[in-house]
């Protein structure tokens, strides 16, 4: 199973891949495609793609319905990623599948079939160490994984799929959460792997260029199917990014023209720690106005969470003051903040945003249980609460058979449109909307965008924290990109240039 | 003095007995709220096997129907997705019925020739005790088995792409958990009592499971208290063995036990502790493990 | 579950099950239970059928078991109520039993103080002290959960322990002791609950509690706060409910109208009256636990529990003429609730999913 590869060989071949999925959506359609050993392939595409699905079969998570797949020349069937995991195929999961409160070593040693019945340690330090020393890795083995950094984190995953025998590594997302000093010492550890004949497949969206420059080559994936392979000594970014999109015109929304009114929002020195009890923001100041979209940028994890609960009022400030409408509400609770005409659009939809188990009626009154117009001696006004759902659900689009319809029938869209209605009625100065589009189709994500804007036509003003950079550039009006902590810098929408935010954002422009 | 200690390190056997196999499942991610009623399901079965056929086969039944009854929970939360401590409470309501409608026709003690052996007045299930703790704790800290336990309570996720079986991880684990407490459950009855009565576990089984949190989820540390609450427990009972003339009435001592347990669980709860509290409990005990 | 794919049987995750779903679920299980049951009886040598007609035309009859079968019956209604109102938010209030020995330190402390009031004053004092106290100790379990993060499973359990160890030391040796060493302490006779239609007045009361308890949750603003925080303590958190406050409100109300079950229980049994010794106590302080079943069974709805409480309590009556005319062993109702606990555990599993045959 591990015999030795020759540079060049292909170590894993598919054919006729296809993954339809119940309700008829087909999620890979007839994809070929080979890896060899030592080469860096990169698999690009956009969400929807297909790529989740397809590393998911390569890793033995799912079946594919036709087609196969050869490890080896021979042909083989993953009935579970123990299955893949034996036949050398590795994953490098986006979202660590590690144990935190364990080491880096016992992370690693997990389940190896030579392990032992009594844990060795001392012969499994010496072989990781010797596997750091062939790659230039460095890490301290006995740190417990919750201590670690993304990139340190996402080491120990290299190194347990190296240590377990695999010849080809799955890379899902690899530089998304890195900082640039992170993506660096990857990009080199990918060049180290493939001098030794490794196969490295990474899996990409996003931060294209830099995978792009290391690659040999890459295929492109568009709903399903390949739609092209190219050397990448042959490609432009541009192209790619083409290819990646089909030729459809992105639609621009128009800006409304609004003018800025009086401050709704003043922040200054902000700091506020993370559940982890680390700083996570640090010293932020920026006012919102009236009919203002203030954009945050920025990959997440850099504090853009903590700054939304500060300001919802659901986690404590550790210094500095927020000022609303001339208020100081610092330390205000999160229903006086509510009361005050705060929305809080939450990242997460279902089980925060609305309540699966409860109607959409009921979802709403979420929202509407302190205000008085509801509320009759202690009881609640359901006669009017009925009417006002129906109100808001017919203007916000959600479809559904009624408003007894139980929130967990929704899909996303809809459950977003759902919180829509909820917090946006209610909202008159401020709103917060955190990750708004997250996971969302194309057409409810338009939908958002043009609520939001419609908010700021109202003389709202608007935080929008979000990590896909065109649609803060698209509708914002002042930009801020965040980076640990940190605001950069904030520019006026104008005078802000994809290329500069993008790259302050990922921590370029930091001092270090 | 010292049969009063005997006694103490009897009621410590039941209590680490019961509780080390809680820790276990715990550390596999799975709670069992019900280890009172598979304590209470080993002491009935016990004393009805010690009845008829002696001592050994009681301890030996006594575990079966734990471990059975440990297989019923596990069946219920880990492939059945029920919420654990749903599936605990119904498993403990149900040994209190069934338990009184089997056993307590049998009230009374055992017959005179089922007795256990005993070394300096101290039964030797107090020594397999301490085997059994030593056991669990080196499985747990220096095995590869135990490992794989402790990476399933923490995330099985991360565990399953190692290629470690959750679902028979946990299995294993809570059957384990209940075969331990249905043998506290069959040494309390035949051997610490020696006679039956009605819903003869008295509220030990919660203190064993509050143990297990007291723990931080350590065997040795489980030990300590074990023999604390052990102690605790027998004063409590009989405390004019070691001090005559306790001006405190009887019932007021029995309370110590289960006061002693709150005071614990407060000082434990308070923001010193707590950091420590939630860094050793595994992360994922009580969630149910549903495949993407 | 590749053992199911043998069996041509495919399991569909349920995201949420419907009203008239949960109640197929519910009754489904109580009628599984008596199948079990019915396992039972048969092996006691005992019919089934016969076994079940017996029960319940000794139950109901007015002259014979109706009186008991509605005084027990309704005294689990308070039970289930008291469960129901803190597991609406999610909170497992298993400390009926020590709110309920609390309920009767309370209750009969005003009776023995001031045996000469006129039974229309010292009755709603009994009362009142009687929630009052029970109100007080399940704010001390909702204090522990709400403000020290204690598991209340735990928590109360504890509690209940020390409550009953309190009632022991009441009872034996001590103020409430009977007048010779093994008899109960009769109450005074302006205690007595006033009798209407076979039953005491509390009986009413706890319909009536029932009904307000329903409007309460479903109805009102409290209600509604109550049911957010326990389908989703983060959403809760996000719209201003103070978690810890609520808490606490529901373990309190929990706690009360656990309380007020000590005043019916021995206030409100013609054939008792009295203040028993512990055994008998801890008897009933055990009865307390199937409010936790019944409440799930009914699905927290207070209005369905009335009669799921009378149906049990004909079940518990039933059970005592079994042994007497019949022969079996005691305990039968006792398990029969077993059954229905773990019954009903077990189809848990069909909220979730949905079993179908495979194309």
């Known amino acids: 199973m591990h015999r030795e590869v020759g540079r060049g060989e292909a170590i894993l071949e598919v054919r006729g891949l296809t993954k339809i999925y119940p309700g ?11 890896f060899k050993s030592g080469e860096i392939h990169a698999i690009l595409g956009e969400n929807g793609a297909g790529k989740t699905t397809l590393m998911n079969i390569l890793f033995g998570v799912l079946q594919p319905d036709r087609g196969e797949i050869y490890v080896h020349g021979r042909k083989v069937r993953f009935r579970s990623p123990l299955d893949a995991i034996n036949m050398g195929i590795g994953m490098v999961h986006q979202q660590r599948k590690l144990i935190p409160a364990h080491t880096v070593l016992e992370n690693i040693i997990l389940g190896h079939p030579e392990a032992g019945k009594i844990l060795d340690f001392k012969k499994v330090r010496r072989d990781i160490e010797e596997l750091c020393r062939k790659y230039g890795f460095k890490i301290d083995l006995d740190a417990r994984v919750w201590q670690l950094s993304a990139g340190e984190q996402q080491l120990v995953e290299i190194l347990r799929a190296l240590y377990r025998g695999a010849k080809i590594l799955i890379l899902d ?38 995978v792009f420059a290391i690659s040999d080559r890459v295929t492109i994936l568009r709903r399903g199917k390949v739609v092209k392979r190219i050397e990448t000594k042959d490609a432009t970014m541009k192209a790619l990014a083409e290819h990646m999109v089909g030729k459809e015109v992105l639609f621009v929304l128009s800006k409304p023209k609004v003018s800025i009114g009086g401050e709704i929002l003043k922040v200054e020195n902000l700091s506020a720690m993370n559940d982890k009890g680390l700083l996570a923001l640090k010293n932020v100041s920026f006012t919102i106005r009236e009919g203002e979209i203030f954009g945050i940028a920025g990959v997440s994890g850099n504090g853009q969470q903590e700054l939304a609960e500060v300001l919802a009022g659901l986690r404590r400030v550790e210094t500095g003051r927020i000022i609303f409408m001339g208020r100081d509400i610092t330390n205000a609770s999160v229903l006086e903040r ?25 979802n709403i009154l979420m929202s509407l249980y302190f205000d008085k117009e509801f509320v009759n001696r202690g009881l609640l006004n359901y006669k009017k609460i009925r009417e006002y759902a129906e109100k808001v659900i017919s203007e916000f689009e959600v479809v559904a058979p009624s408003i007894n319809t139980k929130a967990a029938y929704l899909s996303g869209g809809n459950l977003q449109r759902l919180v829509l209605s909820r917090v946006i009625p209610k909202t008159s100065k401020l709103l917060i909307a955190n990750l708004p589009t997250t996971g969302l189709d194309i057409a409810a994500t338009e939908y958002v965008r043009k609520r939001l804007l419609e908010c700021k036509e109202k003389g709202m003003g608007v935080l929008l924290i979000s990590d896909d950079l065109d649609e803060v550039l698209q509708i914002s009006d002042k930009i801020a990109p965040i980076y640990e902590g940190r605001f950069v810098s904030i520019l006026q929408a104008e005078e802000a240039q994809k290329e500069v935010v993008g790259a302050m954002m990922t921590g370029a422009y930091s001092e270090r | 003095m010292w049969p009063f200690i005997a006694r ?50 009681a301890f030996l039944i006594g575990m079966i129907i734990g471990g059975l009854f440990g297989l019923v929970h596990a069946i219920l939360s880990t492939s059945l997705k029920v919420n654990q401590v749903v599936s605990g409470m119904g498993i403990w309501l149900f040994a209190m019925g069934f338990v009184t409608y089997w056993a307590d026709r049998y009230s009374g003690p055992l017959p005179r020739g089922v007795v256990s052996p005993r070394i300096y007045e101290l039964s030797p299930m107090f020594f397999i005790a301490l085997i059994i ?20 309570g923490e995330n099985p996720f991360a565990a399953e792409v190692s290629g470690v079986k959750v679902i028979r991880t946990r299995y294993l684990c809570t059957i384990i958990g209940g075969m331990l407490a249905g043998l506290a459950g069959a040494f309390l009855s035949t051997t610490y009592l020696g006679a039956w009565s009605h819903l003869p576990t008295k509220g030990l089984g919660w203190i064993a499971f509050a143990l297990v949190m007291f723990s931080l989820w350590r065997p040795l540390i489980l030990l300590g208290g074990a023999l604390t609450f052990g102690f605790i427990w027998q004063f409590a009972i009989s405390p004019e063995t070691i001090y005559a003339g306790i001006p405190a009435p009887l019932p007021l001592l029995r309370m110590l036990p289960f006061v002693a347990t709150i005071v614990v669980l407060t000082i434990i709860s308070r923001e010193k502790f707590r950091r420590k509290w939630a860094l050793s409990r595994p992360e994922a005990l009580g969630e149910p493990y549903i495949k993407e | 579950m590749t053992s199911l794919e043998t069996l041509k049987l495919k399991l569909e995750r349920v995201p949420v099950v419907s009203g008239g779903q949960a109640v197929r679920i519910s009754l489904l299980s109580l009628v599984f239970s008596f199948i079990i049951f019915s396992i039972f009886l048969s092996i006691e040598g005992a019919n089934p059928i016969d076994a079940y007609s017996n029960i319940f035309s000794f139950a109901l009859d007015p002259n014979l078991g109706l009186p008991t079968t509605l005084h027990r019956g309704l005294f689990l209604l308070f039970s289930t109520l008291a469960f129901v109102v803190a597991y609406s938010a999610r909170l497992w209030n298993v400390g009926m039993e020590g709110q309920f020995y609390l309920g009767t330190i309370g209750a009969f402390a005003v009776a023995y103080s001031l045996p000469e009031l006129h039974p229309a004053i010292l ?14 100790y399940g704010a001390l379990a909702g204090f522990l959960r709400g403000k020290l993060n204690v598991n209340e499973v735990v928590g109360c359990l504890m509690l209940n322990n020390i409550a009953f160890w309190l009632v022991y030391l009441l009872t ?24 209407i239609s076979y039953t005491p007045f509390t009986s009413y009361l706890a ?5 307000v308890l329903y409007v309460f949750l479903s109805k009102s603003v409290i209600g509604y706060k109550i049911r957010v925080l326990g389908n989703s303590p983060t959403a809760a958190q996000h719209i201003g409910i103070n978690a810890p406050r609520t808490y606490i409100l529901v373990m309190t109300i929990g706690g009360a109208i656990a309380g007020l079950s000590g005043y019916h229980m021995w206030a409100g049994d013609p054939a008792f009256l009295m203040i028993p010794r512990p055994e008998a106590y801890k008897a009933i302080g055990d009865l307390t636990y199937w409010g936790l079943i019944i409440g799930l069974v009914c699905l927290l709805n207070p209005v369905a529990a009335i009669p799921t409480s009378v149906f049990i309590g004909s079940i518990m009556m039933g059970s005592t003429v079994l042994v007497r005319r019949l022969r079996l062993p005691f305990g039968l109702d006792v398990l029969f609730l077993g059954l229905v606990s773990i019954t009903f555990a077990a189809f848990q599993f069909f909220y979730m999913y949905k079993v179908r045959r495979m194309k």
């Open chain 1, 173 to 210: 997302e690899p530089t998304s959460v890195l900082t640039p000093l992170e993506t660096e010492a990857f990009l080199t550890s990918l060049k180290s792997m493939s001098r030794q004949e490794i196969a490295l497949v990474p899996f990409v969206t996003h931060k294209l260029p830099e």
């Open chain 1, 24 to 34: 008829g959506v087909v999620a890979l359609d007839n994809v070929d495609l080979e």
């Open chain 2, 8 to 57: 103490s390190l009897e009621v410590a056997t039941i209590l680490l007995i019961a509780a080390v196999g809680e820790l276990l499942n715990q550390r596999s991610g799975v709670i069992n709220v019900g280890i009172e009623g598979l304590m209470l399901l080993g002491a009935a079965a016990g004393f009805i096997a010690a009845l008829f056929w002696g001592l050994i086969p």
């Open chain 1, 338 to 362: 509510l009361k005050m005409g705060i929305g809080y659009i939450p990242s997460e939809r279902l089980g925060v945003g609305v309540i699966g188990g409860f109607s959409l009626a009921e």
């Open chain 3, 123 to 136: 009755i709603p004092l009994m009362l009142l002290a009687g929630a009052i106290f029970g109100a007080g």
């Open chain 3, 172 to 195: 034996v040796g001590g103020p409430w002791a009977g007048i010779a060493e093994s008899t109960s302490r009769p109450l005074p006779p302006n205690a007595h609950a006033p009798i």
């Open chain 2, 133 to 152: 703790v030593v056991v669990i704790w080196f499985i747990l800290s220096k095995t590869h088995l135990g490992l794989k336990v402790k990476s399933v």
């Open chain 3, 207 to 211: 319909i009536g509690i029932a009904i």
